[in-house]
């Protein structure tokens, strides 16, 4: 019975581990740590390769469901399994499942590849009320039903509450602070997708950070790469340095990419675009249909905008340095923001872990394999305050083998889920789910809802 990992290095910053030791999984938990190899009915020799919990990404678009045969569009969590993530949270940027609940559980009865846990998106509320314009206010009415509803939700187990400023103008402060002290009361996380980035990203953090200045808020900035490795990097890392030295409980997560991704015909691209990202449209790249991986032309950009907003694309504006700064920063966890449209998409959801370790540690040499594992699992784990990211006695056997000097992404814009190279075992709760690019068992996840 059970799983032997023999002659690994292990780092596990959850525990402050980095030795060569042995591990023994049996039901689905860690169940022995040892100096001396074990034996087992499998036994995976780990010579040459880090073992690791397997990554938490704390920031992903989870799969769509078929309308047609009400299927997950199940590439989003294989994608993710293949880069060695065991567990991801949905629901963010204030957009993702009508119903959180309904989505969890249907995890738990079609079964997927990795563990989801899912934030209970701002604008999910407004529909589950029925409210449909973007532009507008909730009357005071609508929104004690739209609190009511995520009081209820969030007692479900739902991990916080997810706010896509940038995509909701009409709502208020005090819609936001009603919604964001659901979270707080409950003591479960605040993230958001600010409502501006580049010149007005200050702006914008003040904003957030309003919803919780008591200091009993759990929050956390999504993907700051996309909002502020335009220049202002240096000065929104000092902001929410000086926000968490007067009390605010804060963090953020970044994605190791120099482009961000984005629906063509949204708020993103309206006038004023080209001076805000100092940019011009040839930076800007189709990534599906007719023009996958035309570069824009003022013509392109305006008939796609008109005809086929939907259209995914990348920009290719951040300034590199500033997006490396980020991810060293000791308060930022590293975040795939992975989002998948019939399997075409930004890289990210299939290379974020292995580009990152491919990076910052065997290339630019910025930080240590275990600084690097540390923001891929601890950090994120205890910010959401699930038990995973940790592999004492006793815990989720939830890991990631892999050999850190081959270790590279693959996916690219062209081919956005290809999968990475150096990832060798993935486990999910004790089962092996991926074996050297194979995957052996996809339905080993489960959801995660906190108590
Ligand atoms: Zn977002």
């Keep these: 019975m059970g799983i032997a990992?023999?002659?690994?290095?292990?780092?596990?910053?959850?525990?402050?581990?980095?030795?060569?030791?042995?591990?023994?999984?049996?039901?689905?938990?860690?169940?022995?740590?040892s100096g001396k190899p074990f034996s087992a009915d499998t036994i995976i020799d780990a010579t040459d390769l880090i073992v690791a919990p397997g990554f938490v990404d704390i920031h992903i678009h989870e799969a769509n469901i078929d309308k047609d045969t009400g299927d997950f569009e199940i590439g989003t969590f294989e994608s993710m399994l293949r880069m060695g993530v065991t567990t991801a949270i949905g629901g963010n940027c204030g957009f993702g499942a009508l119903n959180p609940i309904e989505y969890l559980d249907k995890v738990d009865s079609d079964r997927i590849p990795i563990n989801l846990g899912m934030l209970l998106p701002h604008n999910s509320l407004r529909e589950a009320i029925n409210f449909k314009d973007?532009?507008?206010?909730?009357?005071?009415?609508?929104?004690?039903?739209?609190?009511?509803?995520?009081?209820?939700?969030?007692?479900?187990?739902?991990?916080?509450?997810?706010?896509?400023?940038?995509?909701?103008?009409?709502?208020?402060?005090?819609?936001?602070?009603?919604?964001?002290?659901?979270?707080?009361?409950?003591?479960?996380?605040?993230?958001?997708?600010?409502?501006?980035?580049?010149?007005?990203?200050?702006?914008?953090?003040?904003?957030?950070?309003?919803?919780?200045?008591d200091g009993k808020s759990k929050m956390q900035v999504s993907h700051i790469g996309s909002m502020a490795a335009f220049g202002q990097m240096d000065e929104f890392l000092s902001a929410v340095d000086q926000y968490k030295y007067n009390g605010v409980d804060i963090s953020c997560d970044c994605y190791p990419y120099y482009a961000f991704c984005v629906a063509i015909g949204r708020t993103t691209y309206d006038d004023g675009?080209?001076?805000?990202?100092?940019?011009?449209?040839?930076?800007?790249?189709?990534?599906?249909?007719?023009?996958?991986?035309?570069?824009?032309t003022p013509e392109l950009f305006a008939h796609l905008r008109q005809n086929d907003p939907d259209v995914l694309t990348t920009a290719h504006v951040m300034k590199s340095d500033e997006v490396d700064k980020a991810l060293s920063h000791p308060n930022v966890m590293i975040a795939s923001d992975g989002v998948l449209n019939n399997m075409q998409g930004h890289p990210r959801v299939s290379g974020t872990f292995p580009r990152a370790l491919n990076i910052l540690v065997n290339e630019r040499k910025s930080m240590s394999a275990y600084e690097a594992v540390r923001k891929m699992t601890q950090m994120p784990s205890e910010r959401l305050g699930?038990?995973?990211?940790?592999?004492?006695?006793?815990?989720?056997?939830?890991?990631?083998?892999?050999?850190?000097?081959?270790?590279?992404?693959?996916?690219?814009?062209?081919?956005?889920?290809d999968e990475p190279v150096g990832i060798k075992y993935v486990l999910v709760n004790g089962h092996i789910a991926l074996k050297e690019n194979e995957i052996t068992n996809s339905k080993a996840g489960q959801s995660i809802r906190i108590k």
Excluded at 11 to 20: C, G, H, L, Q, R
Excluded at 386 to 394: D, P, Q, R, S
């Design 273 to 296: 675009f080209m001076q805000r990202y100092n940019t011009d449209y040839e930076s800007i790249e189709i990534l599906e249909g007719e023009y996958k991986n035309k570069r824009c």
């Design 386 to 417: 699930i038990e995973k990211g940790n592999l004492a006695v006793g815990k989720d056997a939830d890991l990631v083998l892999f050999n850190l000097a081959s270790i590279e992404d693959k996916a690219s814009f062209t081919n956005p889920t």
């Design 134 to 213: 973007k532009y507008k206010e909730v009357s005071p009415s609508e929104l004690t039903k739209m609190t009511g509803i995520a009081n209820e939700w969030l007692s479900q187990g739902l991990i916080g509450v997810s706010f896509g400023l940038r995509y909701v103008p009409g709502a208020n402060t005090k819609e936001y602070f009603e919604v964001a002290n659901k979270a707080k009361e409950q003591n479960r996380l605040i993230t958001a997708h600010i409502r501006d980035d580049a010149a007005g990203v200050i702006d914008a953090l003040d904003e957030f950070i309003s919803f919780g200045l």
């Design 5 to 33: 990992i023999n002659n690994g290095r292990l780092i596990d910053p959850a525990n402050k581990i980095d030795s060569k030791l042995n591990l023994l999984i049996e039901n689905g938990k860690v169940a022995a740590i």
